[in-house]
């Protein structure tokens, strides 16, 4: 059994595309769990500040389009702490 190498893949060029496509499907998935992770307002990183996980986003908007609301006029319905 060959091993995967550079002159393996000279001689068989046919797979080129099947590796390209599987790192750009791979690179694709690390990218929007890091994302996530980084960007989504039910994620907490810092744990450090003492206050309890999410009352900073009691008055922040969560839709992307909301014409004629005020997020910050609203009342939450979350319980406060």
């Given at each position: 059994?060959?091993g995967?190498?550079l002159?393996?893949?000279q001689?068989?060029?046919a797979?080129?595309?099947l590796y390209?496509?599987?790192g750009?499907?791979c ?9 996530l992770?980084?960007?989504?307002p039910?994620?907490?990183?810092n744990r450090?500040s ?8 009691r008055t922040?908007?969560?839709k992307?389009y909301?014409?004629n609301?005020?997020y910050s006029?609203l009342q939450?319905?979350a319980?406060?702490?």
């Amino acid at each position: 059994m060959q091993g995967l190498s550079l002159k393996s893949l000279q001689k068989h060029k046919a797979l080129l595309p099947l590796y390209f496509c599987v790192g750009l499907g791979c690179g694709g998935a690390i990218f929007y769990t890091l994302r996530l992770a980084t960007r989504n307002p039910d994620v907490q990183w810092n744990r450090a500040s003492g206050e309890i996980s999410n009352e900073e986003f009691r008055t922040k908007q969560y839709k992307f389009y909301s014409p004629n609301v005020d997020y910050s006029k609203l009342q939450s319905p979350a319980p406060k702490y």
